[in-house]
């Protein structure tokens, strides 16, 4: 008799099916379908006996509201946390330094400002 991985029943395999299961919720084409999907996975989760699911699968449920509507909307924070890097790096060259001088390398660097203009030398940033 041939052994596979699914046949040994272990936890880990277990885990690692769950848990691609939840990645293919997000391939649901409508809101719908998407919801309908993440709510199967959600009982399976919550009755696959591995306390680690479990605690995740009780943390989407907590965010529920908010993961339909990510799904409805597709809008997601990636730009701002961006963003929040670059100002969090000009912080940390302006340290030691007074606001005013943070506030322009912020300007400085999130400005997309041209400095071609006032020396050719200049690459735009």
Known sequence: EELSMAK?????IRAMQIREAFQQVYVAESTEQFEGLLNNWYY???????APIVKVAKTIKRHWDGIVSWKKSQINNGILE??????QAAKR???GYKMQHFKTIAYLLTGKLDFSKINANCLPT
């Open 8 to 12: 040994l029943n272990l936890k880990s």
């Open 44 to 50: 399976w989760a919550t009755h696959s006996q591995l």
């Open 93 to 95: 060259k302006a340290r």
């Open 82 to 87: 961006g963003l929040n890097s670059v100002l």
